[in-house]
């Protein structure tokens, strides 16, 4: 959990939280179908939770900066890396915008590619 000091009191953002802007980021980009789950054994787990945050995660680095890891699934026909590229700007900016805090790293896994429109 990040914690923000200032006069009145103290902020704390947990990694929650981060995960969902970071979610969000992700689905409104272009070319992004959805995200995907990091591993068997998470997927599993998660099987039956409705979890926002799910193919994200966030790790706290000593230097109060946060890197994001992301499990993508792209649309088929895109270009991958300008997609992966896009994300990860985004999903940078979403979380310095919304939480002030420093994102050291964006790391776009791509899960897979799902074509929408057969025709």
Do not use: C, W
């Amino acid at each position: 959990m990040n914690v923000t000091e200032n006069k009145i009191g103290n902020i704390y953002i947990s990694y929650h939280a981060i995960a969902v802007i970071a979610f969000q980021a992700a689905l409104e980009s272009y070319g992004v179908v959805g995200l995907a789950y990091e591993g068997v054994a998470r997927g599993i787990t998660k099987l039956f939770q409705k979890d926002p945050t799910s193919g994200v995660v966030v790790h706290y680095n000593e230097d109060n900066s946060i890197s994001v890891d992301m499990f993508l699934v792209i649309e088929y026909g895109t270009r991958i890396s300008s997609v992966a590229s896009s994300v990860a700007s985004s999903v940078k900016f979403q979380i310095e915008n919304a939480t002030s805090i420093s994102v050291r790293e964006v790391n776009i896994h791509v899960r897979g590619l799902r074509v929408s429109d057969p025709d």
